[in-house]
């Protein structure tokens, strides 16, 4: 597993790395967005794929047809003025290429990718993010619980896809989802007739990235990408499915931090 961030803060541009070793940052001199394209000096970032040059790092991946969602993740709200807006554009798609890390080649031939954005000023004070799509049966999994501060008031906030053999399951609190229970461990949501238990177990306390705050890249949180996820669906109290994988990448950030 392998993800790439690259981003434009007040503080400058950037990119990041996460992989199973590590985290690394990097500074960017010149970061320019046209025409669905992320030119990030030598670095280029497409619907088509990805082309990367940076110090120990090089290689290109070429991504197949990307499996959106049918609409907006953010729903009614991405209407309002966020901290933090949040976007799907790839569930699922096929990757081709390879990546050198430290001279090392790490191959993604069959492999699946995912896409998201993020745009605002600040992430959330706290949150639990997550995602996979490693799974026996074609599955791809996102799913975020936030404080949302909203027109002078918060709630807790809940946004989650799931697209499960070419069907799209949403639940969120634009739609009425309730949160049964919520732990850094343990998910239960319901909505309508759907029930959606998550069972989560990071591999390691997760390696550091930088985060907006205030515009800056000022803060810090942890990412796991191997966490072990069991994830299990019913609709109108019948089995959807029961699904495991040890490569879920997750983020926890509590309360009052840490």
């Not at 950037?14 to 030598?42: C, H, P, W, Y």
Request: with cysteine; proline share 5%; aromatic share 10%.
């Amino acid at each position: 597993m392998i993800a790439f961030i690259p981003g434009q803060a007040e503080s400058g541009a950037f990119i990041q790395l996460i992989s199973q070793e590590g985290a690394r940052q990097f500074k960017i001199s010149n970061l320019t967005v046209s025409e669905g394209m992320i030119r990030a000096d030598r670095s280029w970032f497409s619907r088509q794929g990805c082309h990367i040059e940076l110090p120990g790092i090089s290689g290109e991946i070429t991504y197949g047809p990307f499996s959106p969602l049918y609409s907006d993740i953010m729903g009614p709200f991405r209407y309002f003025r966020m901290e933090c807006r949040h976007g799907v554009l790839s569930m699922a798609h096929a990757l081709q290429g390879g990546i050198i890390l430290d001279g090392h080649i790490h191959h993604f031939d069959g492999g699946l990718g995912y896409v998201e954005k993020d745009s605002g000023t600040s992430f959330p004070r706290s949150y639990l993010w997550m995602q996979c799509n490693d799974f026996s049966t074609p599955c791809s999994i996102m799913l975020s619980i936030a404080h949302i501060p909203f027109c002078g008031s918060s709630f807790r906030g809940c946004i989650c896809a799931i697209l499960y053999q070419g069907r799209e399951y949403r639940l969120a609190t634009y739609r009425g989802v309730r949160i049964q229970s919520f732990t850094p461990e343990h998910i239960c949501l319901s909505q309508g007739n759907l029930l959606l238990k998550l069972d989560i177990a990071p591999s390691h306390a997760g390696h550091p990235l930088r985060a907006p705050q205030y515009g800056q890249m000022s803060s810090t949180i942890r990412e796991s990408c191997n966490a072990r996820l069991r994830a299990r669906l019913w609709k109108r109290e019948k089995p959807v499915f029961d699904l495991q994988s040890g490569h879920a990448v997750y983020e926890f950030v509590p309360e009052h931090g840490g």
